[in-house]
């Protein structure tokens, strides 16, 4: 009776740790999906406070949201004219590389660079550190930003596609929560 006891609780026991594990992976994608919408609707401008609305706002976060903010207004120029567009991977890409300005090629620069350290500061905050920002963790983190970076996008802005083809975004695929503010 002992044993079997013994071994009723042992089977419990690897069935809770095994449901604590799963349930983490839940947490940590649900809380990258929300951090994913909440930056987004900052660096649009849909927000009035960048950080305060932010689930995950450790320090590196909170100075790359205000980063990105504060140069939003001239990206949103080079979005709006097509210079430059969003991608299926999370960044900002130029449309004609060959003839862009070098200024608006440093911009984008910076803006990457400060899309990279997002990624992995969001990556660390949900329990998913350094180990995995190249591991199985980035490529959701990147597709949940890539998700909301392009889908709260207005209509008339370009995006790359998974198969590497430019599409400008439609009217009826902007929707009603795709409008950043003016700023």
């Known amino acids: 009776m002992t044993r079997r006891l013994a071994a009723v609780v042992a089977m419990a026991a690897a069935l809770l740790l ?12 649900a809380g990258t999906v929300v951090q994913a919408r909440e930056v987004v609707r900052a660096v649009y401008g849909q927000a009035a406070d960048p950080v305060a609305g932010l689930p ?3 320090p590196d976060i909170a100075r790359v949201v205000a980063r990105m903010t504060a140069r939003f207004a001239e990206l949103r120029a080079a979005l709006e004219s097509g210079a430059a567009g969003l991608t299926s991977e999370a960044y900002v890409a130029l449309r004609d590389p060959a003839s862009s300005a070098p200024a608006l090629r440093a911009l ?58 430019w599409v400008r975004k439609s009217a009826e695929a902007a929707g009603p929560r795709a409008a950043p503010a003016q700023r």
Do not use: K
């Open 18 to 29: 095994a449901a604590c594990g799963s349930a983490s992976v839940h947490t940590a994608a």
């Open 56 to 58: 995950y706002r450790a």
């Open 108 to 165: 984008v620069r910076r803006e990457n660079l400060d899309r990279s350290i997002l990624y992995g500061a969001s990556a660390s905050e949900v329990g998913h550190g350094i180990n995995d920002w190249f591991g199985d963790w980035m490529p959701f983190e990147r597709e949940s930003f890539a998700r909301e970076w392009i889908g709260q996008a207005p209509a008339g802005w370009w995006y790359r596609d998974e198969r590497g083809n």
